[in-house]
């Protein structure tokens, strides 16, 4: 499937004003790049997609530097090496990288992690088993600390971290309210197992998710913002925590919302239900959860009482169509690019 003698690359050509388009790329070809000492020369296997790639896009300050223009978009790899200068590295080896949207990369052995495929599969260390994964437990379990027989709401319940909160939520014996765009997404949810699935582009959303919650919403696991976060905040209850994992909803804005300022509203509504809002980037909690996560989701995944959904766009020319389709709710779980062959299929 990938050209052996050339490398494919996917370049931040320019900068996008609101929706991200083709034009914002430029797909070239190159020759293949050289490992040093130290370096391992990889091939793409998985590349995979995630909201946050959005905002590298933008040229503003934020928790992590932009793309340059003119340089490789960024992304999480799955990967095999077909060249090591490194003792702790073999050709064919199968690690997890960072090497981005394109098909063959060069990068130093000791930011590779080794992947064990008899463990699970490959892929899953970009999905469930690596950030987006981590992201949920490490976020719900931190932040939201749910408490059995208590109501937890999670947006984007669908893709790769809404759907491990709402799992997790479950196993930690509380009850799960996935928000989800679709009919066949809110099935999906109830196949995992959510106490209730909602569809949030449904007219009767609203009435929908304030039957769902008759005793009100203890954690709400933020994802998207907008107006899904408009119908949750006069369902929080007194002291009610909310992580604040992510506003796909406004990735693409280019001026605040119209309408009248609710911060007002919003302050009001802390103050006086005690309400926990908290933002956070998944790293931070690495040292103190990375460990417990890998072991606790590896034991879920076996017991059939956490479950995942790959979503796989095949070709790495495909990676910007792909993309666009996430920010829009057009993926259906774990977005993922096959770049290459996965020699464990
Ligand atoms: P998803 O695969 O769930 O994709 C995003 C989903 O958001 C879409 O599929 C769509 O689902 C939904 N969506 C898009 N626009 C809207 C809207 N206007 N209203 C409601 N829903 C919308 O993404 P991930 O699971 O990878 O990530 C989920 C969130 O977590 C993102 O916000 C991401 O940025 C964030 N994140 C944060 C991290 C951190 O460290 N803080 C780390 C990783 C992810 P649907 O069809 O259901 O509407």
């Given at each position: 499937m990938t050209d052996t003698t050339q490398n494919t690359r996917i370049l931040l050509a320019s900068r996008p004003h609101g929706e991200p388009t083709a034009d914002n790329f430029h797909i070239e070809r190159a020759p293949l790049p050289e490992p040093a000492d130290g370096e391992v020369l990889l091939r793409t296997i998985y590349l995979s997609l995630d909201p946050y790639m959005r905002g590298r896009m933008n040229d503003a300050k934020s928790y992590a530097a932009p793309v340059e223009l003119g340089s490789v978009m960024e992304g999480g790899t799955v990967s095999e090496v077909?060249?090591?200068?490194?003792?702790?590295l073999e050709v064919g080896d199968l690690v997890l990288s960072h090497?981005?949207?394109?098909?063959y990369g060069v990068q130093p052995a000791r930011h590779v992690r080794k992947l064990d495929p008899a463990r699970a599969p490959i892929s899953t260390a970009v999905g469930v088993l690596g950030m987006p994964g981590f992201t949920a437990y490490a976020g719900l379990l931190e932040i939201g600390r749910p408490q059995p027989g208590e109501t937890v709401v999670v947006a984007a319940a669908a893709g790769p971290v809404g759907s491990a909160v709402g799992q997790i939520a479950r196993i930690k014996g509380a009850r799960a309210v996935g928000i989800a765009g679709g009919p066949d997404k809110v099935a999906w949810l109830e196949e995992l197992g959510f106490d209730v699935a909602l569809d949030h582009?449904?007219?009767t959303f609203r009435a929908d998710l304030e039957a769902a919650v008759p005793d009100g919403i203890d954690v709400y696991f933020e994802n998207v913002g907008g107006h899904v976060w408009d119908a949750v905040l006069p369902r929080l209850n007194t002291y009610a925590r909310v992580?604040?994992?992510?506003?796909v909803a406004h990735?693409?804005?280019?001026e605040p919302p119209a309408g009248p300022d609710r911060s007002s509203r919003l302050m009001a509504a802390i103050l006086t239900k005690s309400i926990t809002l908290r933002g956070f980037i998944q790293h931070e909690f690495v040292k103190a959860r990375y460990r417990s996560f890998q072991e606790e989701v590896s034991s879920w995944i076996g017991d059939g009482s956490l479950r995942y959904r790959e979503d796989i766009v095949e070709g790495l020319d495909n990676a910007p169509d792909a993309f666009f389709g996430l920010l829009t709710g057009k993926s259906f779980g774990k977005l993922l690019v096959q770049v290459g062959t996965d020699p464990t299929r």
């Open positions: 077909v060249e090591s200068r490194d003792d702790s090497v981005g949207w394109q098909a582009r449904s007219p992580p604040v994992c992510g506003l990735y693409n804005e280019t």
